[in-house]
Structures are given as C-alpha cells and as structure tokens.
C-alpha cells in the first residue's frame, strides 16, 4: 500500500523569479522510496522544470546533497518512511549561493579542494608517478587515514558548519578532513606544502568543534575529529617552527 | 592573529587544553581528596600549613591560570555564538584579562612565598 506525503520544494527560476518560492507536490511512496525517487517522480509526472543534481543514486557521487527539515543530507539516503506522519521541506544546501532551485554553486568548495592539493604527492626516495614500482604501506598504515578517505565531496559539511556559514575563507571541514587523510597516508610527502593551509587563521583554528559535520555526513567521516588532529598537527609545528630560524 | 601567514591560535588552544585537563581531572580529584580528609588526623590548621606551603601553593596557582586561560578561551569563542564577531579589540580585552589575573595569581603566590620565608 502506497501512503502519501507532502513535499514541499523551494523553487528559484533566475529568470523569472525575483526570490525564492514555495511549491508543494503530494508524492506516493512505499518503504522503498527515497527522497531522490521521490523528486524524481516529481520532475517526470508534475513539475518537469524542478531542478535538482543527481546522478549515482547510491551516495557515491555526492551529488544530490540538499537541507531536508533544515538538516544537510543526500537525497538518495533519505527515506520517505523516515517521515511518516510528517511533512517535507526540501530547500538547496544552506551556505552556497543558489543557481536555480535545489541547484547551488559548489565552485567555492571546488576551488578549496583543488588548494589543498588531495593527492598523494611522492616523497623523494619513493616511486614518482609513471615509474614501475609498488608503494608499500601495511595495514597500520592504511588504518590511520582510512576513515578520512571515505569523503564523497558533497558538501554537506559545508551546509552543517555555522563557522563557515559567518566565514566563507574558512577551508571548512571536508578539505581540512583531505589535509589530514593526505598528510597521515605513509606514501605522502606533501605535508609540509599542506600544514601552511592548516596553521593559518582560515585554517584549523577557525573551527571551535560544533561537530555538527560529523554528525550530518554521510559516510561516517567525522570531519571534526580530523580537524581537532589537524589543530594537534599544527599546535606542533608552532612549537618546531618557534625553534627554526628563519620564520 | 598579529601574522598572516600563521594563527597564534595554538598558544591559547594549548593553555585551553591544559586548563580543560584541570578542570575535567585535577579539580575534581582535589576536592574528592578534600572531603575524604580525616579531620582528626589532620585538622583545619594544619590542612592550612599544607596548602600554603610552597610547593603546594605553586600548584594550586598552577592551576588557577591554567583554569582561567581554560574559561577566557571559551569565552572568546563563545561571543561568536552570541553574534559578536571578535576582532583584535576583543582578543586583546579578553586575553589580556587572562594575562593580568593569572599575574594577580603570580603574585599572590609571591606574598605566601615571602610570608613563608620571613
């Protein structure tokens, strides 16, 4: 038996509209039915101009991030039934500009991964990249960064940060997670490029450990505890760098 | 704060931390400890003389600042929450208060030392 729930979408058409509006669809759903299913029945039955991002539907692509309830979470791992009893509000990811309906700009985001160079850049005395030799690195090794190395890039922190929302300079919690996944991996020589993002201002000390990130994302990545390692990092590199000539 | 290229922040994250041990371990074991004194054996006098003794009067200063840097730290950050956006005024008011209590702190331990002394 298919039940019925109300959702109700913020609409933005840049063309047409001078602000943001309110639309509200009734959808069928069965237990099965997540949030993405149910906009896409929108968009093919209803409303074919609601505009939305989707692609893997199995929170792999980190595409359809949005605020459901005012709370970030993938459209695909939202399940209706959750909300039994209850209406849905669908409003684009809270902190990035919005393009047009659940459509926002990520190039803010983008741009901050693209600084914090995610990649493993190779220590001297090991392979360089297109020579044919194996990394070696053991378990414990892996163990150490593996969490980390679950970011899908969505952007859900970002919506859940109340210190991004006030400082847009803020690296923010995902592309300070990748600092330290990257800097923690045993075949990675690029921390010291890295730690001058993390020891500034708009790096980890921008962040007072809401946690909210953690809470909201959703691969379990817990980008506030990577963050307060971060600050333990940095904290460090204060210490060593008071003792250096020369900075 | 006072470069660009680095945050002095892990100066005032460090006294946090440290004051955040005492808060959540030190303090608490102290009064447990307090309570538990056996008033026979060693009456309020004497429990005094221990606490005022030197060593035991520098820990406790210790202590003190460490609990003060601990709570003007969380102050500071809290502000935001109250939506006042910290500039350099408000660090300086509000570390410069941790600073001046924790040298009151100093000096208080002073006059015990001096007291002890003479």
New interface residues.
């Given amino acids: 038996m298919a039940d019925k729930m109300k959702i109700t979408v913020q609409r933005y058409r840049p063309e047409q509209d001078q602000q943001p509006w309110d639309q509200s669809f009734e959808v069928e759903y069965t237990r099965e039915t997540s949030l993405l299913e149910a906009l896409n029945q929108i968009k093919d039955t209803q409303e074919p101009t609601l505009s939305f991002r989707w692609s893997c539907r199995m929170a792999i692509c980190g595409s359809c991030g949005m605020m459901v309830n005012g709370v970030p979470k993938l459209a695909c791992k939202t399940f209706l039934r959750d909300y039994a009893g209850q209406e849905m509000r669908i409003e684009p990811l809270a902190n990035f500009p919005v393009e047009r309906d659940l459509v926002v700009d990520l190039s803010d985001f983008i741009e901050k991964l693209e600084r914090i160079k995610p990649y493993i850049i190779p220590k001297k005395d090991e392979p360089q990249p297109g020579e044919q030799r194996e990394y070696i690195q053991t378990p414990a090794q892996l163990e150490k960064y593996r969490q980390f190395s679950m970011c899908i890039n969505c952007g859900i922190c970002y919506a859940a940060c109340p210190q991004y929302k006030?400082n847009k300079e803020f690296l923010g919690p995902a592309a300070l997670t990748l600092i330290y996944r990257y800097n923690e991996d045993s075949r990675d020589g690029g921390k010291e490029e890295r730690m001058?993002l993390v020891?500034?201002?708009t790096?980890v000390?921008s962040c007072?450990f809401v946690g909210y990130c953690s809470e909201c994302c959703p691969k379990g990545v817990d980008p506030a505890s990577a963050i307060q390692l971060g600050?333990v990092e940095?904290?460090k590199d204060?210490?060593i760098?008071m003792f250096k000539k020369g900075e | 704060m006072f470069r660009k290229d680095r945050s002095d922040e892990p100066i005032y994250w460090g006294l946090f931390g440290a004051g955040g041990m005492v808060v959540a371990i030190v303090l608490p074991a102290i009064i447990i400890a307090t309570m538990g004194l056996n008033h026979s054996v060693l009456d309020t006098a004497m429990f005094a003389n221990v606490i005022l003794s030197p060593v035991f009067s520098l820990a406790f200063i210790g202590i003190m600042i460490l609990c003060t840097w601990h709570a003007l730290h969380r102050i500071y950050h809290t502000l935001h929450d109250l939506t006042i956006h910290v500039g350099t005024l408000h660090h300086l008011l509000i570390y410069g208060l941790a600073l001046l209590i924790s040298l009151a702190f100093i000096g208080c331990y002073l006059i015990i030392l001096f007291k002890n002394l003479f």
Avoid: M, R, T
Wanted: proline residues 0%; glycine residues 8%; charged residues 20%.
């Fill in positions: 006030i001058k020891n500034q201002d790096g000390w007072s600050k940095s904290a204060y210490l760098s």
